[in-house]
């Protein structure tokens, strides 16, 4: 008996992520395996990383979820800073170039690792190792590997001297429709530390990441293991209900006079 299984090249569900708080985030659209990984890693040590989730789909790239520490740590409760953009926490000694590469980070929709100056509630500033990231919006299965055009075949083969797959792996940095992506800021206190040590658990722990193809592999593992599992249960209940039939004897049904 084959059970009906999940499409995969169809959108999965999104999820929701909880901190220790109980304070849910629900985005709009499943997030990549990759992107979920970090996510949820930051969500369960949500009680000492600081971090935040803007949208870049609404207005001023608003902040749409705030880390129960990053609350403690700045002294600003959610209702004040949700809707909002970041930049409450520049003061006079922010200096505009790191202003700069954080918003030419966000244009292009790439990572970035900086130390900036920022300020909490009360006015005292502090020295932040900041990591930006992007949370993009899961491919189905069967759309990952994308054919490129005609002319970039060509430009290839020139520079490179050699045939151009016919499929190339998705880059995970391409750009993407503002409404396909969040973005994450990790901050991390700096002010003694070598400014060529980093510091930031979520630029640290996406380091180690592998790409988005190895958690996609994984699931179609686990998916092939899964159906494998089912197919065995199916047929033993088949082989069982055989088995209980032998040796029983069908009732005779009297012939009329």
């Known amino acids: 008996m084959n059970r009906p299984s999940a499409d995969p090249t169809k959108h999965p569900a999104p999820p929701i992520f909880t901190d220790h708080t109980g304070t849910r985030f629900a985005p709009r659209f499943a997030l990549r395996r990759r992107d979920a990984a970090l996510l949820s890693e930051l969500m ?6 600081l971090f935040v989730i803007t949208d870049p789909s609404l207005p001023d790239n608003a902040l749409v979820y705030v880390s129960p520490s990053f609350r403690e ?5 959610s209702e004040e800073v949700i809707g909002r953009n970041c930049r409450f926490l520049q003061g006079p000694r922010t200096h505009p170039s790191d202003i700069k590469k ?4 966000i244009a292009a929709q790439r990572e970035v690792t900086l130390r900036l100056v920022n300020y909490r509630k009360d006015g005292t500033l502090f020295v932040n190792q900041f990591f930006l990231t992007t949370l993009r919006k899961a491919v189905p299965r069967g759309r990952l590997r994308l054919k490129p055009r005609p002319w970039v075949v060509r ?5 490179k001297g050699e045939r151009f797959p016919s499929g190339v792996p998705m880059r995970r940095d391409r750009r993407e429709p ?17 400014r060529n040590l980093i510091m930031n658990f979520g630029a640290n722990f996406r380091a180690k990441q592998p790409e988005e193809e190895y958690y996609l592999e994984e699931e179609e593992e686990e998916m092939q293991r899964s159906m494998a599992l089912e197919e065995a249960v199916a047929q033993l209940e088949i082989s069982t209900a055989g088995e209980n039939t032998v040796g029983v004897k069908t009732p005779l049904t009297p012939k009329r006079a």
């Open 155 to 159: 430009v290839v083969d020139r520079m």
């Open 44 to 49: 369960t040590r949500s009680r000492e990383e």
């Open 102 to 105: 954080i918003r030419t980070a």
């Open 73 to 77: 740590y700045t002294g600003y409760a």
């Open 178 to 194: 503002v409404e396909n992506v969040y973005y994450l800021g990790v901050l991390c206190e700096c002010d003694h530390v070598d």
